[in-house]
């Protein structure tokens, strides 16, 4: 393939996995409202875009499954098939597969045909006498002008006791797929041309279609609306049936695994063709090629093995004969390339694009007079008191040119979240489904905005608290009915912007939280609590191996999955809180900085150091009295606003040496000392420190590898002398 090619073939892969979300919100919405025709027509579009696309870029199967399906949603469409939940399940598992079809594709792996899902699509679709080998259904009552269909299973076994039939051993089973459209008929590729021809080399042909004529008063003649899959038995091979097509992208051509027993004669021929080529030449070279040895696990599934496998078998050749052809040929060819990386892309708002480009607009005039200030200040000699004056004002054109750079680059980055909670429908649907619970989900604030990368590593946790939700809190209808609730659950996802942050609250009107087994579990796993009214006492449940399930299922009681939610909370700067009431549910909390990568930031000098405070967690800078700074047991504190702050030097927390010995503990005299009082999860705390800077703009990169261990480094940036700046996490200073 080609790399224009496979450039557009990685955008369809892209382009499938957005329709399979958009048409898999749109099928749980018609679950509500299956009499909707226009939520049936998407369904039916999304699936019948892949389809048809597919065929561009050789993707066989699954365009050939996506087909199948589309059968089924046609009859939807049709009128002849109410989408009931049974019918919105294999509709759901159909999304699944082909998800799953992609997925291997993307992993440059074949992927795998799901003949179960196919019959599946057929019976669903009211085919029931499909799984009858011989027996055609029957027209049904209002469905006139549908063609008669055939599982693809029935189709190959008819081929394969046509061909036993007619004794030849040395024809094969193809299945084609016609991809002809009205264009190419005015275009002069007649579909029907092509059909004469194959079935006149054929000695097993049957078509069967899934597609319906309209009624006379509707027909337009010179369109094509008949798209037959013909499973056929022939001596031709696949490249010949793709030549009486005369272009070969109009038919999708699969081989058929030839019937038990059967070899045919094509691969003795070739054996004999093989060992002539085996034949070294005067220089010791193999005259011809093998093909690259697949998996001795692949043989069994493609019905024949290499030929070089053949020859050693038969003793014509050694294993050393065998490698040393297959390192020739590899020497004489370029490496094949792995699969490509699968794109990463996000929509993007236009009008944030154009944006960027008024703003690219005004770097050109702010650099064009940089120019004309550097050569007048060339012609005069050196610098003036206007010269100055022009280049201070060009400076503050570049520093708000840059500022709203900076802005539009995180607000490139910005996605609304409402694209990560519509996901969890199909999540609340399966699993209460499975459980016999009804639950209502709800989102609300769903165009809040969120850091993309954010997004994705909030994806995870999410799904683990709304099933927890679904699993642990929603009670069965019968358990609700007896505590006198509603028989149907609730369960609300909600987000909204608290200054810079995002919080995102998962609420349920369930049994909510027993204190009392929490602290019983926590007791029995060696946890050291204090009693069931502990305030803190929840926590717990985020501890790895705490679970409140007494037996594991697929969906929870391992005991790993909120332990995932509070270490991915941590690695986003973000804090998790649970706030429950036994008989009425659970609300979870998720505190979450909206943006990652430039913050404003404190900077700070304590000792001989410089370091970096985010601002959004200072409350303020005061100064006190060294006299005020008080000795509390092992901690300090000062009078602050009504209330005991705890304060602690900065300088001692960093330096564990200095904090043993309990040097620099003391004040001297009356000095006054500057205190940064933070905000972290755990309350209030004041940082005593040497020297107050001013609060800047930084660019926070990770911590490197031989940091990543100390849990008071939120990151790293390099300030404008090249120097590096630590910055500080205070949610893990005290």
Known sequence: ???????????????????????????????????????????????????????????????????????????????????????VDIILKGLDALGEMRASIVRGEEPESRADLITCFGLVAGNVAAAVPGHCPDARPGNRHALEILTDQVAIDAARDGIAGTGQASSSLFSIELRYASDHLANGFDPAVFLRNLRSSCSFYRADSRDEVPECCNLRPLDLYLRPVVTVATTLSAEDIRELAFDASLVGVTEIEPPDGAVPESIASSVDQARTRLEPDTDGRVSGGFASQPDPADWSRSGQKPLGRILVEERKITEADLDHALAKQASGRPAEAGAPAELKV????????????????EL?????????????????????????????????????????????????????????????????????????????????GGETEIDKKVADLLSEPLIHMIRNSCDHGIETPAARAAAGKRERGALTLRACREGSNLIVKISDDGCGIDRCRVYEKAVHLGIPVGSPEEENLLDVIFLPGFSMKDAVSDISGRGVGMDVVKSTLATLGGTVHVASTQGKGTTFTLDIPMSMGVSVALRVVAGAQQYALPIENVLETVKVSAGDVHDFGSSQGIHYRGEILPVARLEQLLDHKKALSGAARGFVGEEE??????????????????????????????????????????????????????????????
């Open 1 to 87: 393939m080609d790399t224009q090619k496979s450039i557009y073939r990685q955008q369809f892969l892209l382009e499938v996995r957005d329709i399979l979300d958009v048409v898999g919100d749109t099928v749980l919405k018609a679950e509500s409202d299956p009499t909707n025709p226009e939520l049936l027509n998407a369904i039916f579009r999304g699936v019948h875009t892949i389809k048809g696309s597919s065929a561009m870029f050789d993707l066989d199967s699954l365009g050939a499954f996506a087909h199948h399906l589309e059968g089924l949603l046609n009859s939807l469409r049709s009128g002849e098939l109410t989408l009931s939940t049974d019918v």
């Open 346 to 361: 996000m929509r993007v708002d236009e009008a944030k694009i154009d944006g960027f480009t008024n703003m690219i607009g």
């Open 364 to 444: 050109v005039i702010a650099k064009n007079a940089y120019d004309f200030l550097v050569g007048k200040l060339d012609a005069g000699g050196g610098p003036d008191a206007a010269g100055l004056k022009g280049l201070k004002d060009n400076l503050r054109l570049f520093s708000r040119i840059t500022g709203e750079l900076q802005r539009g680059v995180m607000a490139l980055r910005m996605v609304p979240i409402r694209g990560i909670f519509q996901k969890y429908s199909r999540v609340v649907r399966d699993i209460s489904r499975k459980q016999k619970k009804f639950i209502d989900f709800k989102i609300e």
């Open 673 to 734: 000392l500057p205190v940064v009082v933070l905000a972290s999860a755990k309350g209030k705390y004041g940082l005593i420190i040497d020297q107050l800077l001013r609060n800047c703009e930084i660019a926070i990169k990770p911590v490197p590898d031989a940091l990543a261990a100390i849990a008071f480094l939120g990151g790293v940036t390099i300030l404008g002398d090249g120097r590096v700046l630590l910055v500080l996490n205070p949610e893990h200073l005290i």
